[in-house]
């Protein structure tokens, strides 16, 4: 599976949409790109994923570069509880056995 | 609410104890995964189950053990842990959409 490089840290006012850039310069044909995020003490939350279209669903959306070596998730008005880790993973969509590889993520911080 | 429960939510055991997390899916997923998160760390996959069969060991230490009965009930069988197995411990599920559904975790403490 490709490597993701993604900020460790982020600040957002809240209201103001929240965008989270994400690298996977050597992505193959092949792969999708996840996003996930993990509120303190909780279980990591699947938010979106895509292969090379733009993509959008009630919770964020999703801009993948042409090239697909870029990702961005926007949230579009965040909130204070939208506070999290955010994972950007991307491997070969492999439907019914999904191992997915985390890594350290960006640590999103919605200020008041 | 996931659709993924986990019990129990906190467990605290000695070294020689033997203990076990349970994981149920109320969703109709195919597989089912359990991952481990140690402090500072990021999610380690541990073992994956897919159609009730192991397709995934991580080259897991023999002191944790998995059970799959059936595809709504994963286990994870504990026995003499060390202190650093400290940890929490999550199950998920997935069905042919992509998306992993996590449990709220189980925290371990080893003393």
């Known amino acids: 599976d490709a490597k993701t490089t993604q900020p460790p840290s982020m600040d957002c006012a809240e209201g103001r949409a929240a965008n989270l850039p994400c690298n996977h310069s050597?992505?193959?044909?092949?792969?999708?790109v996840y996003w996930y995020r993990q509120i303190h003490s909780q279980g990591p939350q699947y938010i979106i994923h895509g292969l090379k279209n733009n993509e959008t669903n009630e919770m964020a959306s999703l801009i993948i570069t042409e090239d697909r070596k870029s990702s961005t998730l926007i949230l579009p008005h965040a909130t204070l509880r939208d506070t999290a880790v955010y994972y950007c993973i991307v491997r070969v969509a492999d439907f019914g056995n999904e191992k997915l590889t985390f890594g350290t993520g960006t640590r999103l911080t919605i200020i008041p | 609410e996931t659709g993924v429960t986990q019990t129990p939510r906190h467990l605290v055991m000695g070294m020689t104890n033997k203990k076990s997390l349970k994981c149920e899916q109320h969703l109709g997923h195919n597989a089912m995964y359990w991952y481990k998160q140690s402090a500072k760390k990021p999610l380690e996959l541990m073992f994956v189950?897919?159609?009730?069969?192991?397709?995934e060991n991580n080259s897991v230490p023999s002191r944790f053990s998995p059970e799959c009965p059936n595809s709504s009930h994963l286990f994870l069988h504990l026995h003499t842990l060390q202190p650093e197995d400290s940890a929490l411990y999550l199950c998920?599920?997935?069905?042919?959409?992509?998306?992993?559904?996590f449990g709220e975790g189980s925290r371990l403490t080893v003393l």
């Open positions: 189950y897919s159609l009730e069969e192991r397709v």
């Open positions: 050597t992505i193959s044909g092949n792969e999708y």
């Open positions: 998920a599920s997935s069905h042919w959409t992509g998306e992993l559904f």
